[in-house]
């Protein structure tokens, strides 16, 4: 039911939203409600999917180095994972 009800969130938004969500999609298979909400701001969304397409790129950053910003960041804002 949640799955069917984004969808129909998707066929809302502009066409500039949908692509983006598009390419989240295709990259993790599915688009993250973080994502849907970054949408009400398009400026938002757009920067941040560029700075997560950019950081994910090899040669960036050392993988461990990655993980290891990741896990600081979530022990930051207090993730429960």
Known sequence: ????????????????TREIFEQIEERLGRVPQSSRI???????????????VYTAREGVAA???KELAQLKVAAMV???F
């Open 1 to 16: 039911f949640r799955r069917v009800l984004f969808r129909s969130q998707d066929d809302q938004a502009d066409g500039r």
């Open 38 to 52: 970054r949408a009400c701001d398009f400026e938002l969304l757009e920067l941040s999917e560029k700075m997560t």
């Open 63 to 65: 993988p461990k180095l």
């Open 78 to 80: 207090g993730c429960p």
